[in-house]
């Protein structure tokens, strides 16, 4: 039996289910393809932000501002889908937290220090569990469990085939599948697309102890708080796809943040996820350059600050809106 969305999104991490959301809340009849199992997005910390992100990776004055942009689409964003937002801000604790300040300030950033913490409003959080459930129940949107095997395209529509023979029509396809391989049938140009995505392995570790009031970073580490607890994290291991988790570096992941905390806990279950990366570092979302076929995929660990903007981008796309400044850095074909 089949059926005949209007669109079909392939892959229910943050980005596709974003952008998912967005394009219900249009009106669109949207259905979301995906297997079920937890991902990249489901086990992340939750994190929005802009501030550190920048402060980790010595980005220029231009991409922190892009950063700062798509953060300020989560207020609107949260508000028209009930998610809990969290404006906590974030401390960074190490020894050149005073250059650290000087670096955000330079940046546009709101930031303060004393001794080694940095203190920065800027940054934010999202309760991961609640807002996935909460982005799936959007009036219009339909989530189905099965993992896509096949894809056909013809001059009207997209044939999308699962692995136990199910059959979706479409006229609007995105792919929102993280840092998979290609699906069998994606246009040439599209597949080598998503071959040229860096799949990055990175591992958290849930820990029973008193949370802090709001995420704290330092070298090679962070603490984020949750129910019942912490969570510490991430690994980030470009070229790796296994799933199974490294109990030595969790360890050490966990004494590091405790360390960070200056407190005792009990470590519980490590978490491993695969994200996508380009080699620009940014996602690709918008139009892939095939016929009803558009992308958002690919934001290294940046999926949750980059999930409305991703949004946006790609629905203006589909409904022949005039594009947001920020679409032109996240274009799919910039690297052709």
């Not at 809106?321 to 690297?335: G, M, Y």
């Amino acid at each position: 039996m089949a059926s005949s969305p209007d669109v079909i999104v392939i892959g229910a991490g943050v980005l596709g289910l974003c952008t998912a959301a967005e394009l219900a809340a249009r009106g669109h009849a949207v259905t979301v393809i995906d297997p079920g199992a937890p991902n990249a997005s489901s086990i992340a910390a939750g994190m929005i932000a802009p501030a550190l992100e920048s402060l980790l990776d010595d980005v220029t004055a231009d991409r922190a501002a892009l950063l700062r942009r798509a953060r300020d689409l989560w207020p609107a964003f949260a508000e028209a889908h009930d998610l809990n937002l969290l404006r906590e801000g974030a401390d960074w604790r190490g020894e050149a937290a005073a250059d650290a300040v000087l670096r955000l300030r330079s940046l546009g950033f709101d930031a303060r220090g004393h001794g080694n913490v940095l203190i920065t409003p800027d940054d934010w959080r999202i309760e991961v569990a609640s807002a996935l459930k909460a982005l799936a129940r959007t009036p219009g949107l339909t989530m189905v469990r099965g993992e896509v095997s096949r894809l056909t395209a013809d001059a009207r529509h997209w044939r999308v085939q699962s692995g136990d023979g199910r059959v979706w029509f479409c006229a609007t396809l995105i792919l929102a599948t993280g840092a998979s391989e290609a699906i069998a049938g994606l246009p040439v140009s599209v597949a080598a697309g998503v071959s040229a995505i860096t799949p990055i392995r990175g591992q958290l570790t849930f820990v029973s102890t008193a949370a802090p009031s709001r995420v704290i970073r330092g070298p090679g580490v962070y603490v984020a708080p949750c129910d019942g607890g912490v969570v510490i994290g991430a690994t980030m291991e470009p070229g790796r796809r296994d799933l199974d988790p490294d109990p030595a570096e969790a360890g050490r992941q966990v004494a590091a943040g405790l360390a960070l905390l200056a407190a005792t806990g009990e470590p519980g279950p490590t978490r491993v996820g695969i994200r996508g990366a380009t080699a620009d570092g940014l996602p690709l979302a918008g139009l892939s350059g095939e016929p009803g076929l558009h992308l958002a995929l690919a934001p290294r660990r940046n999926g949750w600050l980059m999930g409305p903007l991703v949004a946006r981008v790609a629905a203006d796309g589909i409904e022949g809106r005039p594009p947001l400044a920020d679409a032109a850095a996240l274009d799919p074909r910039r690297f052709a």
